[in-house]
């Protein structure tokens, strides 16, 4: 199963980008039984997570993007979204979507560019 991620782009320091996620090729049952999660991976760096939700959208995020992210994902779907506001130069990566521990395979990502 490969997620297919977009809604990617270039912004300004300030502005907002949307981020979208499916998990169309998984069983709604698999895709529900997973931790789901957003990730990260800028030039030069390790990919991070930055913000996860369980199915039951208790949600926890990382501290970089803790107040200026939100991660919702529509479990019937199979979609998974990141509402990402205030957008910093440092935010600028390629964004991934995966379950919590990576068990899925990993799509091509959206590039996030925002610049200064």
């Known amino acids: 199963v490969q997620p297919v991620e977009s809604g990617g782009g270039l912004v300004q320091a300030g502005g907002s980008l949307r981020l979208s996620c499916t998990f169309s090729?998984?069983?709604?049952?698999?895709?529900?039984?997973?931790?789901m999660g957003w990730y990260r991976q800028a030039p030069g760096k390790q990919r991070e997570l930055v913000a996860t939700?369980?199915?039951?959208?208790?949600?926890n995020y990382a501290d970089s993007v803790k107040g200026r992210f939100t991660i919702d994902r529509d479990n019937a779907r199979k979609r998974l979204y990141l509402q990402m506001n205030s957008l910093k130069p440092e935010d600028t990566a390629v964004y991934y979507c995966n379950s919590e521990t990576g068990d899925f395979s990993w799509g091509q990502g959206t590039q996030v560019t925002v610049s200064s």
């Open positions: 939700a369980t199915r039951l959208k208790s949600t």
């Open positions: 090729g998984a069983i709604t049952s698999v895709f529900n039984s997973y931790i």
